[in-house]
């Protein structure tokens, strides 16, 4: 492939529950640290949650940050971040140049129950509600708070993909990239989940959210006790460009995306499905050019829920049940599920690996649950394995939504 | 209410929409779009602030009222001198 098709990340911008930066957050991931802490939202009630304590102000007036919503400051701090990271000389950029795609796995929620709650003071009269509604409310909103707030003009939308959002977002950067449409692509996912009571009443009536006296034990994939989903903020945004351009200016240069794939379900409206979840990992596989045996780690899904670590566990067996040198790990465990940003802060977790070869464990597995077996399963202390050339990341979603990335060490 | 108390009622508004701005130097006979960069939402928020607290229904022909803090005082002050 040529060098103007080949995609890099060079810079990397994240706000994760257990870390504000990438060397933060990499480093409570190998000393065991979880993110998730007790909470408490209007009307659930206590819960648990992954809860991010980055300084957004670092990126944001007070002012902006009244004006906007969670998701878009998580945003804005993540793309500060990211193009500081990134060494761009961001003031001769070419801002008509620049492409945001953030992926989301909901947004409004938070905002429209905000509204409700108010206008419930006054009797439900719609006179009092918000004219800040509908531009905080619109599916753009946090990919278009960045632009305000970094003066881009090139294109921008959020892609809505459910729990397979942040990975989609990568995708949309590669392939906007390699189309010729932008020369810098900032892509990633956001979540503001944990600031609507819905999704936590939701999960609970599916009898899927997490339940633990210990709440930096809650999320527990592949556990034969898990009992369901600990539900997260966050965001990541990755700085995305051609490796030709990357060279010219001396970026440094995390990995290259070498493959990636998104399929769909089509069978249910929650319960995920082993087989094409086996499908859109071996595309992804089979436009890298890469056979199974030569991915280093996947960071798996699995969220903690019964059906659904299982289900992913069978497809990966389907995929590498014969690959003796692949490592096979999850970040959900010490984060939660960040949902939107699930896919991309878990990679995110992992990209370092290239550099100190180490495999992140799954934590809190006190009891593996023989039904989540799998050769390599890398449990609750970090394991050095040396050289590491290619990560694979799945990320998958509510109504049948796939999408995997895989990422390469990128050598001169 | 006093004019006084109204004034003091507006600085709070102002200051949760601007919350980076200095108060103690506001100029009252400037526009608050001039000294406080306020936009058309931040003015809208200044209504809606005004029908939270005082349920008063400023209809949008009466906003330009709403431009500096003398104008706002003297549209306010017959309209809340009763409360």
Not at chain 1, 290 to 306: G, Q, Y
Not at chain 2, 6 to 32: H, M, N, Q, W, Y
């Amino acid at each position: 492939m040529r060098e103007e098709e080949r995609i890099v990340i060079t810079g990397v911008g994240l706000a994760a529950p257990n870390g504000s930066n990438l060397t933060e957050y990499r480093r409570a991931i190998l000393n065991g640290v979880s993110g998730v802490v007790p909470y408490e939202i209007r009307y659930f009630g206590p819960t648990v949650a992954g809860v991010c304590n980055c300084d957004v102000l670092k990126w944001q007036s007070r002012r902006e940050l009244r004006r906007g919503t969670r998701a878009g400051s998580l945003s804005i701090y993540c793309v500060g971040e990211a193009i500081a990271d990134s060494g761009l000389d961001w003031e001769n950029v070419r801002k008509d140049a620049v492409g945001v795609y953030i992926g989301v796995t909901e947004h409004g929620n938070v905002e429209t129950e905000n509204e409700i709650y108010q206008i419930k003071q006054y009797d439900y009269d719609c006179a009092y509600w918000s004219h800040h509604h509908n531009p905080r409310t619109v599916a753009n909103n946090p990919a278009g708070e960045v632009t305000l707030r970094y003066g881009i003009t090139g294109p921008h939308y959020t892609l809505g993909a459910a729990c397979a959002a942040g990975n989609a977002g990568i995708i949309q950067g590669v392939q906007q990239l390699r189309l010729g449409e932008v020369d810098v692509a900032l892509a990633g996912g956001v979540s503001e989940s944990i600031h609507t009571f819905g999704i936590f009443a939701a999960f609970n009536a599916q009898n899927a959210l997490a339940k633990h006296d210990d709440p930096t034990k809650a999320s527990r994939p592949f556990d034969v006790d898990r009992n369901g989903i600990v539900v997260a903020e966050g965001g990541c945004v990755y700085v995305l460009e051609r490796l030709s351009d990357a060279k010219k200016r001396g970026a440094k240069i995390y990995g290259e995306i070498v493959g990636y794939a998104m399929n769909s379900d089509s069978t249910d409206f929650v319960l995920p499905n082993a087989e094409r979840q086996a499908q859109c990992v071996s595309k992804a596989l089979a436009r890298a050019g890469l056979a199974p045996e030569e991915i280093d780690i996947v960071n798996t899904h699995a969220t903690a829920t019964h059906a659904g670590d299982i289900i992913e566990v069978e497809a990966l067996r389907n995929v590498f049940g014969a690959s003796k040198k692949t490592y096979i790990n999850n970040t959900k465990s010490f984060i939660g599920h960040a949902m939107g940003a699930a896919g991309v802060l878990e990679l995110a977790g992992n990209l370092p690996s290239f550099d100190d070869g180490v495999v992140h464990p799954t934590i809190n597995v006190d009891n593996l649950d023989p039904e989540c077996e799998i050769a390599n399963l890398v449990l609750n202390e970090p394991k050095e394995i040396g050289s590491v050339r290619y990560i694979l990341n799945n990320s998958f979603g509510m109504v049948g939504i796939n999408a995997v990335v895989i990422v390469g060490k990128y050598d001169e | 209410m006093t004019t006084a108390e109204i004034r003091e009622t507006i600085i709070g508004i102002l200051s949760d929409i601007a919350p980076d701005e200095d108060f103690d130097s506001l100029k009252d006979e400037v526009s608050f779009r001039d000294q406080l960069g306020m936009d058309s939402m931040d003015m809208l928020d200044v209504v809606l602030e005004l029908r939270r607290k005082f349920k008063l229904q400023i209809p949008e022909s009466d906003y330009p009222r709403l431009d500096s803090m003398n104008s706002t005082l003297e549209y306010l002050e017959p309209l809340l001198q009763d409360r």
